[in-house]
Nanobody, 116 residues
Framework: QVQLVESGGGLVQAGGSLRLSCAASGVRFTFNTMGWYRQAPGKQRTWVAKITSAGTTMYTESVKDRFTISGDNAMNAVYLQMDTLRPEDTAVYYC??????????WGQGTQVTVSS
């Protein structure tokens, strides 16, 4: 059974940093893309960043130059370094992984709270 488990969330002051981690287990294939989404209270889940197995990275505009996504060579883990955090970054952060068959796996989420 494939599981994605996030960690690293917490409470930080505006301007601070956090590093989120997501580890996959039970995987018998290679994810072709792994990424991060977030869901703020009362809002829909939105895409934040992704990395492909080729190492290509992409970011939503609001986090460019502040967040950095990275992954291990086996695409079994993905990380999100978040710098210069803002109160509007407060959300539950979810990692996901997309396999070659188009199926997406999700983690259970980790809370990030940025105080002003």
């Amino acid at each position: 059974q494939v599981q994605l488990v996030e960690s690293g969330g917490g409470l930080v002051q505006a301007g601070g940093s956090l590093r989120l981690s997501c580890a996959a287990s039970g995987v018998r294939f290679t994810f072709n893309t792994m990424g991060w989404y977030r869901q703020a209270p009362g809002k829909q889940r939105t895409w934040v960043a992704k990395i492909t197995s080729a190492g290509t990275t992409m970011y939503t505009e609001s986090v460019k130059d502040r967040f950095t996504i990275s992954g291990d060579n086996a695409m079994n883990a993905v990380y999100l370094q978040m710098d210069t955090l803002r109160p509007e970054d407060t959300a539950v952060y979810y990692c996901n992984g997309l396999n070659d068959y188009g199926y997406t796996y999700w983690g259970q989420g980790t809370q990030v709270t940025v105080s002003s």
